[in-house]
């Protein structure tokens, strides 16, 4: 066996319009658009996260969403019911609200549907280094 290295490098969104979902997970995540060289860029999109080296590349398929999904975005805040809301305002749609297990949070869908939630602080050293969203 070789030394090797190896990291995550993305998370993976399908969509079915690689414009929307960019401007939709722009948003969501403070993220900006990387450059993806041609023909790729027919098909996938890249998001850098501001404060990590984990990549959102934005997979556009025509495949329908058939099921919950087996891996998804927790995005935590200070402020649950405003974070909510803000990501509404950008087009998700609030789907489940879970109070079980000591914990209180929201599941949300993206446009295209997919689950995504939004928790209380985890990391709260994390998270302080982030610029509050502006009202």
């Not at 993305?10 to 041609?38: M, N, R, T, Y």
């Not at 609200?97 to 209380?120: A, I, K, M, S, Y």
Request: charged fraction near 35%.
């Amino acid at each position: 066996m070789t030394n090797h290295r190896s990291r995550l490098c993305h998370f993976v969104i399908d969509c079915d319009d690689l414009d929307q979902a960019v401007a939709f997970w722009k948003s969501a995540l403070d993220a900006a658009e990387e450059p993806i060289g041609e023909p790729s860029r027919q098909v996938y999109r890249r998001l850098r996260l501001p404060d990590s080296d984990i990549r959102i590349l934005l997979q556009r398929t025509d495949d329908p969403k058939a099921a919950k999904e087996r891996m998804h975005l927790d995005i935590e805040t200070d402020d649950v019911e405003a974070e909510v809301k803000r990501l509404e305002a950008l087009g998700a749609a609030r789907w489940d609200h879970q109070t079980e297990r000591g914990f209180d949070f929201w599941v949300l869908r993206d446009p295209w549907g997919n689950e995504f939630c939004v928790l209380q602080t985890t990391f709260p050293e994390l998270l302080a280094r982030r610029s509050p969203w502006r009202a």
